[in-house]
């Protein structure tokens, strides 16, 4: 399953969403069909329906669905918008995701799992190596935040956490996974992330996903 | 309370923020950084962002860092509606296309500049033309699908001026200096709509920061 549709599942089941899920056939081109097109005119996944809405982008549409269903009780407030130094701490750390955490870590799930799995080529370790060594850099952020915190924006979960969700899931699943037990606040928050029903339903659908990727 | 900036004003990411200061009416003091000397690397630096980058806002207590966020930050305090707040399809509107700003416009306008401007003037080295072919193929693709859309709003989130515009202005102003302008050029909606930021107060305030390759230097 694409980690950027996963985003925006885990923020639907979060907020208690009823929801459809509508299968784009990759192989077949079908993201660069006239009709997707009409949806996400730079031809990617996930779009997004609500209605009049059409949406793309992963953090939009995941926005758009939690503010649209902020009212909905205890899911609520995974943006923090009614306070401005809280709202500012989600942005922060959402970005941080977006432009160091997901840049160091993207690539050992890719060329760990998705390459292979995908293109059936090998894993470029070399690749690997360096983004190992950024990421180590990133995840002593990390620790020193998630020592003071106990989520990435303050004392409650935020979309900042949600949003690493599908990578470290996937991450989690390559030769590398134990790189998170030199970071104990770190590991302590996936621990915390990866127990929220959300992330069990979804984590199944990927991993069961994943499991029919290989056998293809 | 003071709203400070902390950075070097030539950086397009430092001057995304400015942006946003001068578009929102801040008062704000802007304290330069030097780069060459490593000021980002010290320890007063790193307790203000721990990633050892620029730009920082300090706003009375609350530190901000990651030009976005900082962006979102002043507007949300001093200028909502540049943020579409009050409408949930507004909002929402300009968060997708600050998304496409910086997934699919910086990474390709922004290599672009840094290979025709700063490898030149600040890493002392010649454009790798490799990454400038890439970079232009994908920057195309991109330009025909701001294209249609600017053809049906005058701005990116819809007929007001947000964010989403705004983003684009500091790697746009670098890159528009470069030989691929004409790609900009080509599009007549496209090519209107930049015409019209640039022309912004705010906006000739700020392309007076963005000097690297003018051989002007205003801080050292």
């Given at each position: 399953?694409?980690?950027?549709?996963?985003?925006?599942?885990?923020?639907?089941?979060?907020?208690?969403?009823?929801?459809?899920?509508?299968?784009?056939?990759?192989?077949?081109?079908?993201?660069?069909?006239?009709?997707?097109?009409?949806?996400?005119?730079?031809?990617?996944?996930?779009?997004?329906?609500?209605?009049?809405?059409?949406?793309?982008?992963?953090?939009?549409?995941?926005?758009?669905?939690i503010r649209k269903y902020k009212s909905a009780g205890e899911a609520a407030d995974?943006?923090?918008?009614?306070?401005?130094?809280?709202?500012?701490?989600?942005?922060?750390?959402?970005?941080?995701?977006?432009?160091?955490?997901?840049?160091?870590?993207?690539?050992?799930?890719?060329?760990?799992?998705?390459?292979p799995a995908m293109r059936g080529v090998p894993t470029n370790q070399k690749v690997v190596d360096e983004s190992?060594?950024?990421?180590?850099?990133?995840?002593?952020?990390?620790?020193?935040?998630?020592?003071?915190?106990?989520?990435?924006?303050?004392?409650?979960?935020?979309?900042?956490?949600?949003?690493?969700?599908?990578?470290?899931?996937?991450?989690?699943?390559?030769?590398?996974?134990?790189?998170?037990?030199?970071?104990?606040?770190?590991?302590?928050?996936?621990?915390?992330?990866?127990?929220?029903p959300s992330m069990k339903k979804l984590g199944a659908t990927m991993a069961a996903a994943a499991a029919g990727i290989k056998q293809a | 309370m003071a709203v400070k900036l902390y950075g070097w004003s030539r950086s397009p990411f430092v001057s995304r923020a400015l942006l946003c200061l001068e578009e929102a009416g801040v008062d704000y003091e802007l304290v330069p950084m030097n780069k060459e000397a490593g000021d980002h690397r010290r320890p007063d630096h790193i307790a203000r962002n721990p990633f050892g980058q620029v730009p920082v806002l300090e706003d009375g207590d609350l530190t901000v860092f990651e030009s976005r966020a900082i962006g979102k930050h002043v507007l949300r305090k001093y200028k909502p509606e540049l943020l579409?707040?009050?409408?949930?399809?507004?909002?929402?509107?300009?968060?997708?296309?600050?998304?496409?700003?910086?997934?699919?416009?910086?990474?390709?306008?922004?290599?672009?500049?840094?290979?025709?401007?700063?490898a030149p003037a600040l890493l002392g080295r010649m454009p790798n033309q490799a990454i400038i072919d890439e970079n232009v193929e994908k920057l195309k693709k991109v330009l025909e699908v701001y294209e249609t859309r600017l053809s049906k709003c005058r701005y990116l989130a819809g007929d007001f001026l947000s964010l989403a515009d705004?983003?684009?202005?500091?790697?746009?102003?670098?890159?528009?200096?470069?030989?691929?302008?004409?790609?900009?050029?080509?599009?007549?909606?496209?090519?209107?709509?930049?015409?019209?930021?640039?022309?912004?107060?705010?906006?000739?305030?700020?392309?007076?920061?963005?000097?690297?390759?003018?051989?002007?230097?205003?801080?050292?």
């Open positions: 399953m694409s980690t950027n549709v996963a985003r925006v599942l885990v923020c639907l089941e979060e907020v208690g969403a009823e929801y459809e899920v509508v299968n784009i056939d990759f192989q077949a081109k079908e993201h660069k069909s006239a009709e997707h097109l009409a949806r996400n005119p730079f031809g990617q996944i996930p779009a997004f329906q609500d209605g009049d809405v059409v949406l793309f982008e992963s953090r939009a549409i995941s926005k758009y669905i995974l943006l923090r918008e009614g306070d401005l130094r809280e709202a500012a701490m989600v942005d922060v750390w959402t970005e941080v995701e977006a432009h160091q955490y997901n840049p160091a870590l993207s690539p050992v799930v890719y060329e760990c799992l998705i390459y190992l060594e950024k990421l180590r850099k990133v995840l002593d952020v990390y620790e020193a935040r998630l020592s003071k915190h106990t989520y990435l924006a303050g004392d409650s979960v935020s979309f900042a956490d949600l949003n690493h969700f599908p990578f470290t899931f996937y991450f989690m699943a390559t030769p590398h996974a134990s790189l998170f037990d030199s970071y104990p606040h770190v590991k302590a928050w996936w621990e915390r992330l990866v127990a929220r | 579409g707040a009050g409408s949930l399809e507004d909002t929402a509107m300009v968060e997708m296309w600050l998304e496409v700003e910086a997934h699919q416009h910086h990474p390709a306008a922004g290599a672009i500049a840094h290979e025709c401007i700063a705004l983003s684009h202005f500091t790697v746009m102003h670098y890159f528009m200096a470069t030989e691929y302008a004409a790609l900009v050029e080509a599009h007549p909606h496209v090519k209107a709509w930049w015409e019209e930021l640039a022309a912004r107060p705010a906006a000739k305030k700020v392309a007076g920061f963005l000097t690297i390759g003018s051989g002007v230097t205003t801080e050292k």
